[in-house]
T-cell receptor, first 115, second 113 residues
Framework: NAGVTQTPKFQVLKTGQSMTLQCAQD?????MSWYRQDPGMGLRLIHY???????DQGEVPNGYNVSRSTTEDFPLRLLSAAPSQTSVYFC??????????????FGPGTRLTVT | AQSVTQPDIHITVSEGASLELRCNYS??????LFWYVQSPGQGLQLLLK??????LVQGIKGFEAEFKRSQSSFNLRKPSVHWSDAAEYFC???????????FGQGTELSVKP
């Protein structure tokens, strides 16, 4: 199993550009989430999904869109990048069944800089 | 409001000394509690979790945590710290709905030789 994979690892955008951060998992987890990590603020939930076709907002959703057409993929779209979106982005997945239920598995992260 | 507070931003301990990292939470439902560790430039690794049952839980790398409902706390402990434990530690709370965790601000641990 590859676990949770994220691409790209690093990205530099100019203000106003759009892009999609990719996230995929091969564990057949029903739950997937996006977090951003900023110094001194821990991780904050952007959007999450409880299954294909179902998404909901987290704590800091503004400026981001998500969709989940398959169980495996959960892309995060920045519609018009702003310097305030400079951050490290983590994707995570979890399941509510099995011996490791509710444990979130994290991807390696995407470091995004918006200039 | 739901929140997690880690009162200590940075802690320095000597190698071989004991460690306790504090975590307090505010959560309306039955909390599912987690401790994660993050080494520099890396992702997050789960150290341990508490859902129910025995309030003292054992995790990987010799860590343990104790859930105290009356104090809304879930402190992380290790009897003897190793230099490789230097990292940032995050406490998080969630519920049985999955997919949503609330994280504390993190505690950075430095280990003196």
């Amino acid at each position: 199993n590859a676990g949770v994979t994220q691409t790209p690892k690093f990205q530099v955008l100019k203000t106003g550009q759009s892009m999609t951060l990719q996230c995929a998992q091969d564990m057949n987890h029903e739950y997937m989430s996006w977090y951003r990590q900023d110094p001194g603020m821990g991780l904050r939930l952007i959007h999450y999904s409880v299954g294909a076709g179902i998404t909901d907002q987290g704590e800091v959703p503004n400026g981001y869109n998500v969709s989940r057409s398959t169980t495996e993929d959960f892309p995060l779209r920045l519609l018009s990048a702003a310097p305030s979106q400079t951050s490290v982005y983590f994707c995570a997945s979890s399941s509510t069944s099995g011996s490791r239920d509710y444990e979130q598995y994290f991807g390696p992260g995407t470091r995004l800089t918006v200039t | 409001a739901q929140s997690v507070t880690q009162p200590d931003i940075h802690i320095t301990v000597s190698e071989g000394a004991s460690l306790e990292l504090r975590c307090n939470y505010s959560y309306g439902a039955t909390p599912y509690l987690f401790w994660y560790v993050q080494s520099p430039g890396q992702g997050l690794q789960l150290l341990l979790k508490y859902f129910s049952g025995d309030t003292l839980v054992q995790g990987i790398k010799g860590f343990e945590a104790e859930f105290k409902r009356s104090q809304s706390s879930f402190n992380l402990r290790k009897p003897s710290v190793h230099w490789s434990d230097a990292a940032e530690y995050f406490c998080a709370v969630g519920n049985n709905q999955g997919g949503k965790l609330i994280f504390g601000q993190g505690t950075e641990l430095s280990v003196k030789p």
